[in-house]
């Protein structure tokens, strides 16, 4: 590779590291091209950009980025999946792609500023997505809030029925 590719390469890796909200690396030593076809094939589904990178012009990336890697990150061969949307995405397609292929494993992850271990990255995977979250939370706070209704109609409906108890005494 010419001088001037690896500056352009490095320039485009600095970008999307500094625009990804969370980024999953991954050792794919030993996978076949079938696998490593659905597993572009899952990511590209979930908006997810899974990159084969070179170490050097990784670190290169970084440092122009910003971000100083921990060292085991960048050792053998390296993939990164950039995520861009939600933080548990990239790590989730990452781990479910790796319960059925033996030569794919998790490194680590950058989320925010923070550097997470292989465990780290597992647990993140383990995280629900958004929308179940946020269905989860509406389903808590509604609960209550029907109870309340409840408790609130029911000297309501006492009172009804006594009414149409007396009235009903009344009338006959």
């Not at 597992?122 to 389903?139: D, F, T």
Request: glycine share 6%; aromatic share 6%.
């Amino acid at each position: 590779m010419v001088q001037e590719e690896k500056i352009e390469i490095a320039s485009r890796l600095a970008e999307q590291i500094r625009q990804a909200k969370v980024m999953v690396f991954a050792d794919y030593r030993g996978m076949t091209v079938k696998e490593a076809t659905e597993l572009r094939a899952r990511c590209r589904q979930s908006n997810v950009r899974f990159q084969v990178v070179k170490n050097r012009l990784a670190k290169r990336g970084f440092g122009e980025a910003g971000v100083a890697p921990p060292e085991e990150i960048l050792r053998g061969p390296t993939a990164i999946a950039f995520g861009w949307e939600e933080p548990t995405t990239p790590a989730r397609v990452l781990a479910e792609f790796a319960k059925d292929c033996e030569h794919l494993a998790i490194k680590g992850g950058f989320l925010g500023e923070r550097w997470l271990d292989t465990a780290s990255v597992e647990q993140l995977a383990k995280i629900p997505p958004r929308e179940i979250l946020l269905s989860r939370l509406v389903g808590s706070l509604h609960s209550p809030l029907r109870r309340l209704a409840w408790v609130l109609r029911a000297p309501t409906v006492q009172l009804a029925t006594t009414l149409k108890a007396v009235a009903a005494q009344r009338a006959s």
